[in-house]
């Protein structure tokens, strides 16, 4: 268990970093008792900035690093968080155990279910970063699934691609969204994804239908089963939608977040972007200490959203055909 104010080091000096980490890590770094300490980008432009900017939010001095290797190499840190492009994930995890530095990776885990069973695989495996389980509405909705009886969901983000400005990160939809949406299908039903058909797959687009199990949980309740319909977009305005309804159709609850309506009264995505992150690195900062948030993100939740990204990508390629899931291996 570790004692006293964690140094935390962040690899990755994109978009999200800037604009999501940086000013979460200012809100909460007194609750947390967290503070940012290194960063580390191969763009030294990138890593500057964001080490000035860390700083004149609050951080004091924050050394820059051309990558993961040189961060664990030169600078003290308790946790880390991988904000790196995906196919960076296993190894940069691997140097963070090497290291005894606790991780949390960014979604999505790896570009498949191999990578994310590999990062699985690792000891200690790392936490990741469905910070989405933290936003207010969407857990909400989960405090209304009924113990019993099946249930239906629906669940969607959009946003704009270019507006965000990302750096570096070209996935298609399915893989930047998608893995946010499926882990909220099974963490708002407390159902296992047992089947996808993918209806609709482009570069900007994407829809699935989720069959849900009913088999409950390890509490032994009754469960129902579900079903999901899950739709993402990167080329269309901040939008999100999470509403369940029973299986008789009535609605149970509903969140939304964004649209032109919010957006033209001034309430856009980074705002709950950043509320988001910001529960998210108050609960990874107690499970460095040694305690147990139930609601972050693990590594086995990765795997098990990368497992239906890739079915996915196999019903697409064969006309939408809907394809069975393995069930997950216990963590």
Not at 29 to 37: G, I, N, Q
Not at 38 to 62: F, I, K, Q
Not at 227 to 247: C, M, S, Y
Request: proline share 8%.
């Amino acid at each position: 268990m570790t004692q006293g104010p964690l140094a935390l080091g962040l690899v990755g000096c994109g978009r999200l970093a800037e604009a999501g980490y940086v000013p979460a890590l200012a809100a909460v770094a007194a609750e947390a008792d967290l503070r940012l300490v290194a960063v580390a980008d191969p763009d030294p432009g990138r890593r500057e900035r964001l080490a000035g900017l860390a700083g004149d939010a609050g951080a004091g001095a924050v050394a820059a690093f051309p990558g993961a290797a040189a961060l664990f190499a030169g600078a003290d840190v308790n946790a880390v968080v991988l904000a790196s492009p995906a196919p960076a994930h296993v190894a940069d995890a691997e140097r963070a155990g090497a290291a005894g530095v606790a991780a949390l990776v960014e979604k999505p885990p790896a570009p498949d279910a191999a990578g994310a069973a590999a990062l699985a695989a690792l000891t200690p495996p790392p936490f990741v970063g469905f910070n989405r389980r933290f936003d207010a509405g969407a857990r909400a909705v989960r405090r209304a699934v009924p113990a019993g009886g099946p249930v239906e969901l629906r669940l969607a983000i959009s946003y704009r691609r270019r507006s965000w400005g990302a750096h570096a990160v070209h996935d298609d939809a399915l893989l930047d969204l998608g893995p946010h949406l499926v882990d909220w299908a099974r963490w708002i039903s407390g159902r296992e994804v047992v089947e996808v058909a993918c209806t609709e797959l482009s570069g900007d687009r994407v829809a699935l239908d989720l069959v849900l199990s009913g088999d409950g949980d390890s509490d032994g309740d009754d469960r129902g089963p579900g079903r999901a319909t899950v739709r993402a977009a990167t080329d269309r305005p901040h939008a999100e939608l999470v509403e369940l309804r029973d299986g008789a159709g009535d609605l149970l609850a509903r969140h939304r977040l964004g649209g032109l309506a919010s957006g033209l009264r001034g309430r856009r995505g980074p705002d709950a972007l950043v509320a988001s992150l910001a529960g998210q690195l108050v609960a990874f900062a107690a499970a460095v200490r040694g305690e147990a948030p139930p609601d972050l993100g693990t590594a086995a939740d990765g795997h098990a959203a990368m497992t239906v990204i890739d079915a996915a990508r196999t019903s697409a390629a064969d006309g939408a055909r809907p394809v069975p899931i393995p069930r997950p291996v216990e963590a």
